[in-house]
């Protein structure tokens, strides 16, 4: 399939970015008025276990899609790329929905478990995940816009590689803050 953005990717990766991260942040900040949203509260509490499923079902489609492209399956390799994406967002979705209802949750444990611990991994996670998003935006928009045989001469591979390094990393650590937040303390 090509999209006529094939010649503006990397505008429509920066006005995509801005949108996730702004509506993030907007979430975190409490700049989303909760009267916008219902407030499902069953759905509010499974939240956290939710995200956690399709962080692990996320990193086994990146992998999977990863592999995929190293037998130079590309079929095989767009539909667990579309697949993680569709979790990413779906994630996003879920922690906006609930972090602008709720807010943040808070750490339990112990202050300097929180101090060198918990706010250093979380710190680690966010960043990259933050990062993550403009990377798989421009990646899956080059992928999206060229036909397969171009696409090879772009930075799809390069940037992909990249982002599915980090973005492994962040989901990772993301169930590691989950851990701690929910399992541990």
């Known amino acids: 399939m090509q999209l006529p953005i094939r010649d503006q990717v ?15 942040f ?5 700049m989303i ?14 939240i956290p276990e939710l995200n956690v499923v399709i962080s692990l ?3 086994g489609t990146i992998v999977a899609g990863w592999r995929a492209i190293r037998r130079n399956d590309i079929t095989t390799h767009r539909n ?3 697949a993680s994406t569709m979790l990413f967002a779906a994630f996003l979705a879920f ?4 972090v602008s209802l709720v807010g943040p949750t808070d750490f339990g444990g112990p202050a300097a ?42 930075r799809h591979r390069s940037v992909g590689q990249l982002a599915v390094v980090l973005w492994l990393i962040s989901f990772s650590l993301g169930i590691v803050v ?6 541990v303390y």
Do not use: K
């Open 57 to 59: 079902a996320a990193i």
């Open 113 to 154: 478990i929180e101090q060198f611990v918990y706010f250093p991994v979380l710190a680690v996670h966010i960043l990259l995940a933050i990062i993550c998003v403009p990377l798989v935006i421009y990646t899956l928009l080059l992928a999206v816009s060229r036909p397969v045989e171009e696409i090879y001469r772009t």
């Open 10 to 24: 990397p505008l429509w990766t920066a006005v995509l970015s801005a949108l996730a991260l702004g509506a993030v």
């Open 26 to 30: 907007a979430a975190v900040g409490g």
């Open 33 to 46: 008025p909760t009267s916008l949203l219902p407030r499902l509260d069953a759905l509010i509490t499974v």
């Open 178 to 183: 989950y851990a701690l937040l929910y399992v």
């Open 80 to 82: 667990y790329m579309v």
């Open 95 to 98: 922690y906006i929905y609930r």
